[in-house]
């Protein structure tokens, strides 16, 4: 068996490659080099679909690590350029670039890349970008066929299929994410995706850093009544925020589910779980008067820079929110759920900003 390093971006593009490669006499080891790819959960995302399914197979898998910095600085410039134009060719010399250095130094004679698989992607930046990687040492060769041929697309889709691989809808960057045109339902899924892979140390490293802006902001230091939320655990964490803040003498009242809609109830310090989901909620009469509550902290699948929201699906906070007109609406949401922009419709309430 010949080996080849193959520089793999995601698991879509790889199966129907690898599994080519080894029908036909190739072992291919799988280099993972995609600084490119924007939020780092996305990153993770692809990263562990990949290594898990090189796994499976027996095959081994090198992990270049994450360092977007770099690659922001290596594209500075372009970042206004079309999709398959300046910005991708220079994107795509780096990473093949690192994927010829492992190669020379680790007894590769020839490498590819998955890249090539791509609908994203254009044959002949690809080629460029990898022989000119290959010239920079002596005696590697890039491997230029074009993946797509040969009944390779039509294979690729259908592995997609039978491994249930997630199947991303744009290239990787946060430039490319501008094209993106995802309906509500697909961007649920790839959200929800995105935070499974977050640890519990990162969820409370970023909620504590969303606090901390939020407690600069005048409109949180001016608020005497606020109506937050009590986490889940997909989302921004609340329940330390709201303690610290409710001891130093700020009333937060959180929402309680009723059938199908959301009621507001005061916050003493005491909660019950939840009759439909289960989620704490204090245990008291409702708060008819919502007068003083200046500040919502509202919680959401994703949010765009325009204030969009983005919910569950169910619909409570939109027709929450109309019953609190005077107050300023702060949308709370980790990074990975912050987009371009957030499929809405008619009914999707507005925040004024969002955290």
């Given amino acids: 068996m010949e080996k080849v390093l193959l520089h793999t971006c995601c698991a879509p593009c790889s199966g ?9 006499g190739y ?7 995609n600084p490119n790819i924007y939020p780092f959960e996305e990153y993770m995302v692809r990263k562990e679909e990949c290594s898990q399914y090189a796994r499976s197979l027996g095959l081994e898998i090198v992990d270049a690590d994450y360092d977007h910095s770099a690659w922001q600085c290596c594209i500075a410039g372009l970042e206004g350029e079309p999709e398959r134009g300046k910005r991708c060719l220079e994107c795509f010399k780096m990473r093949l670039l690192s994927a010829a250095r492992y190669a020379s130094e680790h007894g590769f004679s020839t490498f590819t890349s998955t890249l090539d698989s791509s609908r994203w992607k254009r044959h002949d930046q690809i080629v460029e970008a990898g022989q000119w990687a290959a010239a920079q040492f002596p005696g590697l060769t890039f491997w230029d066929r074009n993946w797509r041929q040969g009944g390779l697309q039509e294979r690729r889709s259908q592995i997609i299929k039978e491994q249930d691989f997630y199947n991303q809808r744009y290239c990787g960057c946060e430039y490319s994410m501008q094209a993106m045109h995802d309906d509500k339902k697909q961007t649920r899924q790839r959200i929800k995706k995105l935070i499974s892979v977050m640890t519990p140390e990162q969820k409370a490293a970023q909620s504590a850093a969303i606090w901390e802006r939020l407690e600069q902001n005048e409109a949180f230091i001016n608020a005497t009544d606020i109506l937050a939320y009590w986490s889940m655990d997909d989302e921004v964490q609340t329940p330390a ?11 937060f009242y959180l929402p309680s589910i009723q059938g199908d809609d959301l009621i507001v109830k005061l916050y003493d310090g005491m909660l019950r779980p939840g009759e439909q989901f289960g989620i704490p909620e204090p245990d ?5 008067d919502l007068s003083p509550i200046t500040l919502v902290l509202v919680p959401g699948r994703a949010f765009d820079a325009q204030g969009n929201r983005m919910g569950r699906g169910r619909g409570f906070y939109d027709r929450l929110l109309p019953q609190l007109p005077h107050a300023l ?5 980790f990074d990975c759920q912050k987009l371009p922009a957030v499929p809405v419709d008619e009914n999707d309430i507005k925040m004024d900003f969002v955290i």
């Fill in 16 to 24: 129907a490659i690898i599994e080519w490669m080894m029908q036909n």
């Fill in 27 to 33: 072992t291919p080891t799988i280099y993972y080099c």
């Fill in 241 to 251: 925020f709201i303690d610290r803040w409710t001891a130093a003498g700020k009333r």
């Fill in 284 to 288: 008291g009469e409702q708060v008819h």
């Fill in 329 to 333: 609406k702060a949308g709370v949401c």
